[in-house]
């Protein structure tokens, strides 16, 4: 049996005018910090965006509606003296917190950040220079049910036995 | 309530000697092609490897136990030519192997590549050039069941709201 989350995540970039629980990020984030990084640096921290004005001010930068319009914006940043595979360890915190946002009936997308962009943001949000941000993620209960991964998905014609 | 497999994946070096089936190693990499993609790329292809004379060949490159002592490895490569973030791309499939992996009983620990032996390995493997790997994942049952994550290692401390 495949992870019923693993198969129902799906970007969703469209979500419903509602609130996400103060439990529900707790826990999407609870889920990035127990994601696996480099050395055991735990080096991630996470910032937590809910008023208006900041997700207008980031939307000025970046662009996309789903920025100003989801409940709460959540970004994942790494401190680069502590982590020696940043950008890895962003990212599997990063489907952590999309399969646990998953199970709690929410839907994410990774909004990936330009070096530019994400200079702008870090100087936004007061970030330090050590930190390392590469994207963001808005968080909210999907405007209509994605369709999960099915069968049709799996391609056995991308996997090699024993060499290429 | 976090989902279960995100607390219980662990890194595990030590695994029994029992074989992993084929379809758990369907499953799992079934997960790792279920990833997200940037731009939807699907470019990650998995090489399985089973046989010993491999395994040793591979041990011989890198090192480790686990290499030769797993039942299986699994090596996630990415087509560089159609993923724009080829690392991001390999770490969220990595991860949702090792959920995938623990859903089943299963373990496994990222054994990360170094540049050096990401190219032996690929001259061992006849893997294209085109092709990035950057990660070993053994995988198996666990000579001893891993500890969960608990509410030790989550830390409010990491958590920002609106900005630093």
Redesign the interface.
Known sequence: ???K???N?R?VREFKDEPVSEEAIA?I???G????T?MSS?A????????QE?KEAIFKIIGQEFIRRAPVLIIPAIDTGKSI?P??DL??A???M???AT?LGLGSV?K?LTDQWAKKVKT?????NNFLI?NILPFGRPAKPPVP?GDA???IR???????
Not at 124 to 128: E, G, H, K, R
Not at 158 to 164: A, L, V
């Open positions: 049996m495949i992870l989350e693993i198969a995540r970007s826990d984030i609870r889920a910090q127990f994601a696996p480099a735990h991630v921290n996470f910032i937590v965006i809910q008023k900041i595979l950008v890895q990212s599997v990063t489907e952590n999309f399969l646990q199970a990774w990936n936004l949000l007061n970030i330090p590469i991964h998905d799996f391609d991308k996997i090699h036995y024993e060499n290429w």
